[in-house]
């Protein structure tokens, strides 16, 4: 009786306690992390794509959730930089264009997120 008490405390424990959170990156350690990277792309939005990483620049290849099957990869290409807990890119028309700063967080290795709860990309490493 006592063994079944303590596995259903210790259930109730594990499954009240709180997720284990991404771990946030200062924007500087991201463009690190990043450097020379290839990835793969998935954005809240359902866009996919794949891109690479240079220590200052970033080029993407990418489809829009409502292009159709048939319709052309858009491409564009970014410069970064760092601030505080974000990384700053400079799109020309990726994500509606120009300047947008954004908070990253490593998810498991290799695996991060750029952005917001609300307005976000996945990046995984190739």
């Known amino acids: 009786m006592k063994s079944s ?15 284990l959170a991404d771990r946030t990156l200062s924007g500087a350690e991201a463009q690190r992390l990043l450097a020379g990277k290839r990835f793969n792309l998935q954005c809240i939005d359902g866009t996919r794509g794949t891109g690479s ?6 080029t993407v290849s990418y489809k829009r959730p409502a292009a159709g099957e048939d319709a052309m990869e858009s ?4 410069t970064v930089s760092a601030r ?5 890119l400079n799109w020309k ?3 509606g264009g120009g300047d947008g700063c954004y ?24």
């Open 84 to 88: 505080g807990n974000e990384i700053c």
């Open 5 to 19: 008490i303590a596995a259903a405390a210790a259930l109730i424990a594990l499954l009240s306690a709180p997720a």
């Open 53 to 58: 990483f240079s220590g200052r620049s970033v």
């Open 75 to 78: 491409m564009d290409k970014a």
């Open 103 to 126: 908070p990253v967080a490593e998810k498991s290795a290799g695996k991060y997120r750029l952005g917001s709860s609300s307005r976000w990309c996945d990046i995984s490493a190739r």
């Open 93 to 95: 028309e990726f994500n």
